[in-house]
């Protein structure tokens, strides 16, 4: 094997992980303690659309604990945590499911300072929409950026505009941009999400996605791999045999190439998808995860290659 060239790196990954930059950030490692607002979207709700996308099975809150308010749900989530990782475990207020700055301002804040003073978190990410950022949302955002480690996670999914549109996002990318270019401008560190094998998209349109990341340098990046699950639109699109899923050694190339493409500060919060298992149709090689990263850190050695070696 040859030697590890990536500078970002303390356990040998070729690819800046959310471990490596925990540490560094916190001295210690972190974790997610996941809410559920009982927040909707505008797809969903009839504002800009409805049904959601076509992939959405609530709002991705898989993990949550949805019928506890924000502080009992971070009790129950504390508790797992403490119980493997022991009481000093520290942990980011992670606001999961569907579009979490998608309420009246007074609501939010109230949800945000709630996690915000919660014994043991240490950081707060928002999920949400660029087209979700309001002025008043923003100014929320700016207060809490100014008390805690913030992160604002933002869905882009794919540059593609034909893409957006057929899986009913009803976000176009120029709205998406409009709401991260609020954030940076505010100095608020963000993390952008992306889905590989989107219907229709070629392995051409994967990497223009993440040539776009690359020209954005955010400051985190979550990868995905469209997942199939039980009750969606997605699955009806599946069993009429017309949606085409990236079998995982094309997931993999795909996901080397485009971590060649990323600067190398840029954090890779997520390189696979976590799918609730007991939903979950298809492709059915994502319930071995760690096969996945296996895979990727096998391929970046073959190739002698790391993230942000293409970049410029």
């Known amino acids: 094997m040859s030697r590890n060239p990536f500078t970002f790196s303390c356990d040998n990954k070729r690819y800046h992980t959310l471990n490596y930059n925990n540490k560094a950030r916190f001295g210690q490692k972190i974790h997610k303690a996941v809410i559920d607002c009982g927040l909707t979207c505008p797809n969903i709700d009839g504002s800009k659309g409805t049904g959601g996308c076509i992939f959405c099975d609530g709002g991705s809150g898989y993990f949550t604990h949805t019928d506890a308010d924000i ?32 309420a009246p301002a007074d609501t939010l804040r109230q949800y945000y300072e709630a996690a915000l003073t919660f014994p043991n978190v240490c950081g707060i990410s928002i999920g949400t929409r660029g087209d979700c950022l309001s002025d008043e949302v923003m100014s929320i955002l700016i207060e809490l950026n100014e008390k805690t480690d913030l992160t604002v996670e933002l869905g882009m999914q794919t540059r593609h505009d034909q893409t957006i549109k057929l899986i009913n996002r009803c976000c176009t990318h120029s709205e998406f941009l409009e709401g991260f270019y609020k954030l940076k401008s505010a100095g ?83 390189i696979t998808g976590d799918g609730d298992k007991r939903k979950l149709i298809a492709p059915d090689w994502t319930k071995d995860k760690i096969a996945v990263l296996g895979g990727i850190d096998k391929r970046l050695v073959e190739l002698d290659t790391w993230q942000g070696k293409l970049y410029k």
């Not at 945590?81 to 579009?99: E, L, P, V």
């Not at 560190?189 to 690359?214: F, V, W, Y």
């Not at 069993?239 to 485009?258: A, M, P, S, W």
Request: hydrophobic fraction near 40%; charged fraction near 25%.
């Open 71 to 102: 502080k009992a749900q971070l009790t129950l989530e504390k508790e797992r945590i403490c119980r493997k990782f022991g009481d000093s475990a520290r942990f980011i207020a992670y606001f999961q499911a569907n579009t979490n700055t998608y």
């Open 188 to 270: 608020i560190r963000t993390c952008l999400h992306i889905i590989n094998g989107l219907p229709d998209e070629s392995e051409k349109m994967m990497l223009q996605t993440a040539h776009e990341l690359a020209r954005l340098a955010p400051e985190a990046v979550k990868i995905q791999m469209l997942h199939v699950i039980k009750g969606t639109e997605l699955e009806k699109w599946y069993n009429c045999g017309t949606l085409h899923l990236l079998d995982r050694d094309e997931y993999i190339n795909i996901v080397v190439k485009q971590l060649e493409l990323l600067p190398p500060q840029t954090v890779i919060e997520r």
